[in-house]
Nanobody
Framework: HVQLVESGGGSVQAGGSLTLSCLAS????????MGWVRQAPGKEREGVAT???????SYADSVKGRFTISKDKAKNTLHLQMNSLKPEDTGAYYC????????????????????WGKGTQVTVS
């Protein structure tokens, strides 16, 4: 049973921090690749950060050095620590999982993911 439930969104001033969490079902946390995807109003979904296992990570250039993705397998939870937030980080943030193997260059492609949470809103002003 695939289940992804995000939490932790909110409103913050530019320069602030937020931590998003995604509670996954026991089955979903075993997915090959999990990640965070965001969608700003009027824009397509954009891959932000991904993790394979608990160590292999990738980040969009726009968030490198500011965001950190991590996975706690014992708690079936995926996290996204977001620091130095900018207004352009505003959007709906979705937790996503892929049970298919993805090449490195595919992992930030939102269209490669088939399992999604309902999203949590982040607003930076």
């Amino acid at each position: 049973h695939v289940q992804l439930v995000e939490s932790g969104g909110g409103s913050v001033q530019a320069g602030g921090s937020l931590t998003l969490s995604c509670l996954a079902s026991v089955y979903t946390v075993t997915a090959y690749c999990m990640g965070w995807v965001r969608q700003a109003p009027g824009k397509e979904r954009e891959g932000v950060a991904t993790i394979v296992g608990t160590k292999i990570t990738s980040y969009a250039d726009s968030v490198k050095g500011r965001f950190t993705i991590s996975k706690d397998k014992a708690k079936n939870t995926l996290h996204l620590q977001m620091n130095s937030l900018k207004p352009e980080d505003t959007g709906a943030y979705y937790c996503a999982a892929s049970f298919s193997g993805l090449r490195w260059e595919q992992r930030l492609d939102a269209t490669k993911y088939r399992s999604w949470g309902k999203g949590t809103q982040v607003t930076v002003s």
